[in-house]
């Protein structure tokens, strides 16, 4: 989950990280409030949760307060990266003598999180790895033991760093990787950190990601930053379709019919499980078909769920068809997701033997389910038709019927 | 042979009187020979059995009862639980975990892992089905029941790892049908951290002489594949590789999450079209459709032998 920068810049204050004098706003009166207090220059910050606001007209100098509530008013006109802004940053434009890199990330394949630091700061730190390599520090941090300081000294000095310098950097460094641990970041990052003309060090823009499932750990943190329980900061806002299918999901606490995402094909799909669904919507699109949505089944989910899902995907403006497909069940039921899909075709006054492009799901149960879609005169496959010959099929079956 | 286990395993299941781990008990000792379940642990049911494995409060109850060390631990207990029961099972000597639990943060895997490194033990999962070696022994779900297991998996030569644990089993039963067993097939989870990669498991396989080939299922996100292609190109190994990427749509739409925590794309290199391209460099075959890896592997393994 990601923070908004004025989100990630209050984390950082918390942490005992010095900031700029800041302020969050989303009309001009309370841009120009803020604009006020800092006494002096200002910059205005489109707050959205994507980059390029610099390109894109996002970021606005102002040298008086009522230079900052003018530009705000444009400034949250301007769409970026597909969102409108939630409102500006009103920051104190610093003087800075020169600029740094601090971040924190995981890694998966060492299993641990790693300190990334450079005095090569305010650009992109994949170009400055690129480019000058031995300006870029990193280094590993223990999961089980605490941090206590050196570890962030050995990433700033090996990148020649040293003096007072070195000396200041170091506890905002150990912060910045502490706060990542607490907070169950995945990314902590501190781009620029600026060097004052005292000699003083500042945090000038933050970027923190949070783990979606430690989410519950820190709800104290999230309801004092505003954060609610169903802001799911994905890289889109969820459609209402998506939202009912969430809905659909949380009926009951037994397995998953869900994770609903819209696209705009004509064959709806209601698919599983997590590996299973991947595959299936590659399988779909490889033979020409367009999906109208992804969906996950998993978990063995309710008769009622299931039916709820295909009824939502069946609902859905544009979809001729549908195809029930998964990769071979061990713990969902075939016999349970066939209920499911035929009652929702049949409550919705359509012929299950027309709606239904193929329902291919092999494993525990099938005998019973492939007998209630023999009844119904419903096409289905076993394991010997594999996902890809499967998707093929439906949308061959829709290719002809449109 | 196999690896990590064999039909003289023993294993507990701690959290072994919730639903799924019922079930789970139920199917891993009908399967096979009969996996040796020695014990299962929830606190405050000591005294109880589940299909006749005695329950205990605690791993060293087990391991008491038990007399001996126990080799292997399948956790299926809460994500909030799931650190303090792994800590306690490494500490009890356990060498072998399976985590089958979803949606544990990821710091906390991590530590677990750690402290399983330093204690000579190995993580498998989380967000994982287990282990099966056909018709020898099953820990943990994959497969399901043992007649729907026995239906998917027979003995071969084929070493299979998976990041899906049901793709596991719809590409164990593709080799199957063509006539191609497995040697061991293992789900190692979807999760963006997890106990055992690929390149983590593929020693195990090289050491393995039943093992003539390797079958895996990949999907986008993370470094795991790359690791792998350069363990591959760094190790001279003797086996080849069929890989299926799952999730190839995900390249146009960086940032979200499909599947498993693990897929979501946050780098170029995460992608399904840079995956490909890696292991590919690597002498690693990748096929389009599940349908074609059983007659890719047979001709690299042939390839190989003349």
């Known amino acids: 989950m990601r923070f908004y920068e004025y989100e990630a810049r209050e984390i950082v204050r918390r942490a005992g990280i010095p900031v700029t004098e800041f302020g969050f706003a989303t009309t001009p009166e309370e841009a120009k409030a803020a604009a006020e207090k800092i006494d002096g220059p200002s910059v205005v910050k489109s707050q959205v949760l994507s980059g390029g606001r610099m390109k894109a007209g996002g970021v606005q100098f102002a040298d008086t307060p009522d230079e900052a509530a003018a530009h705000t008013v444009d400034v949250l006109k301007i769409e970026i990266g597909g969102q409108m802004p939630r409102g500006v940053l009103v920051d104190t434009k610093a003087e800075v003598e020169q600029e740094y890199y601090a971040g924190v990330v995981w890694d998966g394949t060492a299993k641990q999180p790693v300190i990334i630091f450079s005095p090569v700061g305010g650009i992109d730190i994949e170009q400055v790895a690129e480019e000058q390599p031995d300006k870029v520090g990193r280094r590993h941090i223990s999961n089980l033991r605490p941090l206590t300081g050196f570890e962030a000294k050995e990433v700033i000095a090996s990148t020649g760093v040293t003096g007072s310098e070195l000396n200041k950097l170091v506890p905002i460094v150990t912060k910045l990787a502490q706060l990542f641990i607490d907070y169950d970041m995945t990314l902590a990052e501190i781009n620029p950190i600026g060097r004052l003309p005292d000699g003083s060090f500042i945090a000038l823009d933050a970027h923190m990601d949070m783990e979606n499932e430690a989410r519950g750990r820190h709800k104290k943190l999230l309801a004092e930053l505003g954060v609610g329980d169903d802001e799911t900061r994905e890289a889109r806002e969820p459609t209402a379709f998506e939202l009912a299918g969430e809905a659909v999901d949380s009926e009951d606490h037994r397995g998953v019919a869900g994770n609903v995402t819209e696209f705009d094909g004509n064959l709806g799909l209601v698919i599983g499980a997590g590996g299973g669904s991947l595959t299936l919507f590659d399988a779909v699109r490889a033979h020409g078909g367009k999906p109208a949505n992804y969906c996950e089944i998993g978990g063995n989910p309710s008769v009622s769920k299931t039916c709820g899902l295909a009824k939502l995907v069946l609902q859905k403006p544009g979809v001729d068809k549908i195809a029930v497909m998964m990769s071979i069940v061990s713990n969902t039921r075939v016999d349970i997701v066939a209920r499911g899909v035929i009652k929702a075709c049949l409550e919705l006054g359509m012929d299950p033997a027309e709606k239904i492009a193929i329902f291919r799901i092999p494993g525990a149960w099938e005998e019973q389910g492939f007998l209630i879609l023999d009844a119904y005169g419903v096409e289905y496959a076993d394991r010997s038709v594999s996902m890809h010959e499967a998707a093929k099929r439906a949308v061959e079956k829709i290719g002809a019927g449109s | ?306």
Request: aromatic content about 4%; some cysteine; hydrophobic content about 45%.
């Open chain 2, 1 to 306: 042979m196999s690896i990590l286990v064999d039909a003289n395993t023993t294993f507990i299941v701690q959290g072994i009187t919730g639903r799924e781990a019922v079930n789970l008990t139920r199917e891993c000792l009908d399967y096979g020979a009969g996996a040796k379940v020695v014990g299962g642990v929830t606190p405050g049911r000591l005294g109880r059995d589940v299909h006749g494995v005695p329950v205990f409060d605690t791993v060293a109850q087990a391991v008491a009862h038990h007399g001996a060390p126990i080799d292997g631990s399948v956790v299926t207990v809460p994500p909030a639980f799931t650190k303090d029961a792994v800590f306690e099972a490494i500490e009890n000597g356990i060498k072998l975990i399976v985590i089958v639990t979803e949606r544990i943060p990821r710091r906390d895997v991590a530590q677990m892992v750690e402290l399983a490194s330093a204690n000579g033990a190995r993580i498998i999962g989380p967000n994982c089905l287990g282990i099966i070696v056909p018709d020898v022994i099953k820990m943990g779900g994959i497969g399901g029941p043992a007649k729907d297991a026995a239906k998917a998996y027979a003995p071969g030569s084929i070493g299979v790892i998976s990041r899906s644990g049901g793709m596991t089993t719809e590409m164990s039963s593709t080799l199957t049908a063509a006539g191609m067993g497995q040697s061991t097939a293992v789900s190692i989870g979807g999760d963006a951290i997890i106990g055992s990669s690929y390149a983590e498991l593929m020693p195990l396989f090289e050491a393995d002489e039943a093992t003539e080939g390797i079958v895996i299922y990949t999907e986008p996100g993370g470094r795991m594949e790359a690791q792998l292609a350069q363990w591959v190109a760094e190790n001279n190994s003797r086996l080849p590789i069929v890989a299926f990427m799952a999730g190839r749509f995900m390249d146009e739409m960086p940032g979200m999450s499909f599947g498993h925590a693990g897929t979501i794309v946050e780098g170029k290199e995460d992608t399904a079209t840079e995956k490909i391209a890696r292991l590919a460099e690597a002498g690693i075959t990748v096929a389009e459709e599940i349908s074609e890896i059983p007659a890719l592997i047979q001709a690299k393994i042939d390839e190989r032998k003349s």
